[in-house]
């Protein structure tokens, strides 16, 4: 593979060189800043060998860097060995960022290129601002030099949209296009430009098949005060979407034809202002060049994300019946593994097929949310670790299994991490478990004022680490959709600000992950995850108090919990949480598992 990358590098610096281009920036995003992409975008992957979700490949003469964060060091110091690929590790003392970096070392009359469609516009507008600090620089945004110099190149995904009717969704598509318009209003604005593809599906209450895992379909939107353009590839649309499209003022085109609809577009028709709602978080740069002097571009948040991350009744009812079921089809797998260890071959790939096989058995299951991180003793040190098959662990009776997964349903999106004991484990290894596991649950039971954002709360899942000297490189929670990506925003929970994560206030309804883990490489992952649901609680004169409920009931394998690490509070936490997982979860398994989860779930 190291070979092949060489080579493939060799050939983009050739057709870098026809252009005039002296660096050329490879983002791993498609047009839309999805964090999954189809294989038509693997643009990063293909030229660099490095498969994580995250990071940015620079490519010059002699030489190439690869940017990426924390949860990738271990996986991509693996993959771009021998690639002649530099590991950039972002965030790190030290480290530039990819604009300090250009600036640093480009010389005058030097030009940086890159295809706008895949470049996040807020990072574009920030590298054309860095750059242009410095007389003699270029930049050209309309060079799909990756494309050209890739071989047989798939291509794009095709597959018929999928109506959601309301009594799944909760709430029309008139009725939601009238909040948004409502929303873009008061932003100042008369338009807005959507190309956040989990915004759109919710928007109009469809669902694709464009990205793997994710239930989206590729497409951009243009909401007027009277019509709503919708872009999305011709072959993806059924009769019955063009009928409700028809009903719902939304006017269809082809995918392909959103830049030269925006470059012609009167912005300032009649009594029109001219001006454009958009997120520069969520379009790319190409989107936002198009928009030329014609339009007076409003940044703001897209009203869609937080309308979109506060679930209704109907969505929050069917994603409670859905993570019971999801929550017993792990802990029938939890049960098969700890009876099936040791004595017949089991590895990370044929580990996670099992669990894959038990959702699909699911009633209203569509698809999995991600693909199943299934890692054995050291490889669950790597986050975001992928099995393949002739390149694995097999499992044996001793050390950890750190399993990560969820899946697509017509009624919810589940995620659950879930780290179990197969034999024998170091001291060391259960105070990093029952330290993990008190972080998780300390944050499930938070009390807080409306208002906090998830920076305000994070320290609940973190202290018990902290105190220990030890971090995990990312954030604690992300959002959750609903029959949609499994990350979404603009809900969080991490202690880090940085300009390009935006905070939301938790609101009633919002859907969080909570998952605090330890991470020693060359030894063992842990990880131990729950999903969380925002209520309001008691309001007085002190104001209006907020708390969580959980949506995941899986037990915390009480083989690695050393109360000796816990407090009272703790282990009452722990009971609790026991105690209604086998109340939420028993009548879906049979008598076998329910006598094991009886005794899984006892009080420590």
């Known amino acids: 593979m190291n070979e092949t990358v060489r080579a493939r590098l060799a050939a983009l610096r050739k057709e870098m060189e026809k252009e005039g281009v002296d660096y050329y920036l490879i983002p791993t995003s498609d047009f839309h800043n999805s964090e999954y992409v189809n294989d038509y975008f693997k643009a990063r992957e293909y030229f660099s060998g490095f498969t994580g979700s995250n990071g940015t490949l620079a490519v010059w003469k002699d030489s190439a860097g690869l940017w990426t964060d924390g ?67 270029g930049i050209r945004y309309d060079l799909d030099l990756a494309g050209r110099a890739w071989g047989e190149r798939p291509g794009l995904p095709v597959h018929p949209v999928m109506l959601l009717p309301e009594e799944i969704s909760g709430k029309g598509t008139s009725e939601k296009l009238r909040e948004v318009r409502e929303k873009t209003a008061e932003a100042g604005a008369e338009y807005l430009l959507l190309s956040k593809l989990d915004d759109l599906m919710w928007l109009l209450n469809i669902r694709g098949n464009d990205v793997e895992c994710n239930p989206v379909a590729l497409s951009y939107g243009f909401v007027t005060p ?8 011709q072959e993806e649309v059924t009769e019955a979407f063009r009928e409700y499209a028809g009903a719902n003022g939304i006017v269809i085109k082809p995918y392909g034809e959103i830049m030269d609809f925006l470059k012609a577009y009167d912005y300032a028709s009649g009594a029109g202002t001219g001006k454009v709602l958009l997120d520069k978080r969520n379009i790319n740069f190409a989107l936002y060049k198009a928009l030329g002097g014609k339009a007076e571009p409003v940044e703001g948040d897209n009203p869609t994300e937080k309308l979109k991350a506060v679930k209704n009744g109907t969505e929050l009812a069917r994603m409670e019946e859905v993570y019971r079921k999801d929550s017993a089809a792990l802990i029938r797998f939890i049960y098969w593994l700890k009876h099936t260890v040791g004595k017949e071959e089991i590895t990370e790939v044929s580990a996670a097929r099992k669990l894959d096989g038990l959702r699909r058995e699911l009633d209203g299951f569509l698809d999995l949310s991600f693909p199943t991180i299934s890692a054995y003793k050291e490889n669950a040190a790597m986050m975001h670790y992928e099995a393949v098959e002739g390149n694995c662990k097999k499992l044996a009776g001793e050390g950890m299994y750190l399993v990560d997964s969820g899946g697509q349903y017509m009624g919810g999106t589940t995620d659950v991490t879930r780290t179990v004991v197969l034999g024998e484990i170091s001291e060391e290894m259960k105070r990093h478990f029952t330290l993990v596991a008190v972080g998780m649950l300390q944050l499930t039971e938070a009390k807080f004022l409306y208002g906090c954002t998830g920076r305000n709360l994070d320290i ?50 919002m859907v969080l992950s ?22 309001k609680g008691e309001k007085n004169g002190d104001g209006q108090f907020m708390y969580f409920d959980t949506l995941t009931y899986v037990p915390i394998d009480r083989e690695a919990i050393d109360v000796r690490y816990m407090q009272p509070a703790d282990r009452e936490r722990l009971n609790r949480y026991h105690a209604a997982v086998y109340e939420k979860t028993a009548e879906y398994l049979t008598e076998e598992e329910r006598a094991w989860l009886a005794e899984a779930t006892a009080p420590v």
Request: with cysteine.
């Open 71 to 137: 949860r990738y060091f271990i996986q991509a110091e693996k993959e771009l060995a021998g690639t002649g690929i530099t590991l950039f590790r972002m965030q790190e003392e030290g480290v530039p960022e990819i604009p300090d970096f250009l600036c640093e070392h480009m010389k005058e009359g030097q030009t940086v290129g890159f295809d706008g469609r895949t470049m996040n516009c807020q990072a574009g507008c920030r590298l054309e601002e860095k750059l242009g600090g410095k007389t003699g620089l």
């Open 226 to 233: 009277g019509e709503m353009y919708f872009f999305i590839q």
């Open 460 to 509: 609940l899942a973190r202290q018990p680490l902290w105190n220990l000297g030890i971090d995990y490189k990312c954030g604690t929670g992300h959002g959750i959709g609903y029959i949609l990506n499994v990350h979404e925003g603009p809900q969080n929970i991490r202690w880090r600000y940085t300009e390009e994560m935006k905070e939301a206030v938790l609101e009633e309804g």
């Open 514 to 535: 909570n998952e605090p883990g330890v991470y020693r490489e060359g030894s063992h992952g842990i990880r131990t995850e729950n999903i969380l649901v925002v209520r």
